[in-house]
């Protein structure tokens, strides 16, 4: 053995080389942030703003957000034949078939289901009025600090940088986003918040992991302003129900719901950072 001191380990160089960066959107694997409890899945502009791109749904989920459509009891398991194998001489039932009791059979796979609680994004106009496509964006660079949980992302929005920080609290169910853009000041970025579908109706289960935009009235959706940097949305879906409250700094913030589609809001700020 050698008698020289072991030095330590430095644990912060040791993360810190291996943070990832993406200077392309990956659409398969798209970065998250959270904490163990509650999540967020980002794109390459650090929120949700192009959800249609990805391969892979961009959501946001809880341990406490289940969800079970039509009420909690509509089915039991009794409510279910069983198909009988001989395993080991002796006939064990298994809830394999679905055939003549499609309904329940189904109902009971899918429930309870963890809920999809908001998709938040970014829209971006170009210069002349048109939104901003995924394509159109360059200079990428993402990068997820593993040490301290904070996701950077910087890119260009035709000739105009935009920089957001992502992050969410350890220890209780709050995202934080920081956007620093000229494209604020000259009213080319709203940020965009919609509520999906609780319900899950798709027999195959590829179906049943993304987001369900359709059944606008299997929930309802109230947002109630409670102050000029404040709002809150109400959520209530069959015997469920949850709110999210939003903050912002910033002067001249404009909230506004979305007409004709009932779920989802979006404001916008006079300024270079939010």
Excluded at 106 to 119: I, V
Excluded at 236 to 242: P, R
């Amino acid at each position: 053995m050698s008698g020289r001191k072991q030095e330590g380990i430095d644990r912060y160089a040791l993360v810190h080389r291996h943070h990832p960066t993406y200077r392309q959107a990956d659409l398969f694997a798209p970065f998250a942030v959270g904490n163990g409890e509650f999540a967020f899945t980002a794109d390459i502009t650090g929120l949700q703003s192009f959800p249609e791109n990805y391969d892979v749904p961009l959501g946001t989920q809880s341990q406490w957000g289940w969800h079970s459509s039509e009420g909690n009891n509509r089915y039991q398991r009794s409510d279910l034949r069983p198909q009988m194998y001989d395993t080991y001489g002796r006939e064990v039932g298994y809830y394999v078939d679905g055939k003549e009791q499609e309904q329940a059979f189904h109902w009971l796979r899918q429930n309870p289901h963890r809920l999809q609680l908001a998709q938040i994004g970014m829209r971006l106009l170009n210069s002349d009025g048109r939104m901003v496509s995924l394509g159109e964006l360059t200079q990428i660079e993402q990068t997820l600090d593993l040490w301290q949980g904070m996701l950077t992302s910087r890119f260009m929005a035709g000739d105009v940088p935009v920089t957001v920080q992502t992050c969410c609290h350890p220890s209780s169910d709050q995202l934080s986003f920081r956007i620093e853009s000229a494209l604020l000041t000259q009213g080319r970025l709203e940020i965009a918040i919609g509520f999906p579908s609780p319900t899950q109706d798709a027999e195959a289960w590829a179906d049943d992991v993304g987001l369900n935009w359709n059944r606008e009235e299997d929930h309802e959706s109230e947002l109630t302003q409670t102050g000029g940097t404040e709002a809150v949305f109400i959520r209530t879906m069959d015997e469920d129900g949850y709110k999210v409250a939003a903050s912002w700094s910033l002067r001249q913030h404009r909230t506004r719901r979305q007409a004709p589609v009932p779920h989802r809001s979006s404001g916008r700020n006079r300024g270079s950072g939010v």
